[in-house]
């Protein structure tokens, strides 16, 4: 049988579960309306961008965003309909293939990222002090370890 949370665990659980879908839920309704994009495309464009050569094979683009082969492989897909990326063979793997970050894929994240910062500091950032920001960011890089996501960078587009 599994223990059950105590008072302060459960407290914690909720006011992230039920805070983070909200704060996803903002970012998602600023972003769309500001760009188009939705937050999916917008971290696609992001992971790209800061890749070298602004390319990743579709495994490594699946597993830094937590999705599917197949999810990513759709994802991508629609990108690519919009003209934000394409998708090629990978030169040293004919097997495999790689998403590539267009000039307009680029160009579209340069132009989305203002309007994507400005929702992030409203929502998130400038709602924090700097202790509750690095307490933040402490738990959630342990959490990211855990689940072997790869540590964010500190590009300007990252926000």
């Not at 464009?45 to 699946?62: D, K, T, Y």
Request: hydrophobic content about 40%; some cysteine.
């Amino acid at each position: 049988m599994v223990e059950q949370l105590n008072q302060a665990q459960l407290r914690c659980w909720r006011a992230y579960i039920e805070t983070s879908l909200w704060l996803n839920a903002q970012l998602e309704d600023d972003l769309r309306s500001a760009t188009g994009l939705s937050m999916t495309d917008y971290q696609v464009l992001v992971l790209l961008s800061e890749a070298p050569r602004q390319r990743l094979r579709m495994g490594e683009l699946a597993n830094r965003m937590a999705f599917a082969p197949s999810r990513a492989t759709y994802q991508v897909d629609s990108m690519a309909k919009r003209g934000l990326v394409v998708r090629e063979s990978c030169p040293e793997d004919r097997r495999g293939s790689q998403a590539v970050l267009t000039a307009s894929g680029l160009l579209t994240l340069r132009e989305a990222a203002p309007h994507h910062l400005v929702s992030v500091r409203r929502h998130f950032v400038d709602a924090l002090d700097e202790a509750e920001l690095a307490c933040l960011t402490r738990a959630f890089e342990r959490l990211g370890k855990r689940g072997g996501t790869p540590p964010a960078t500190s590009q300007d587009t990252q926000a």
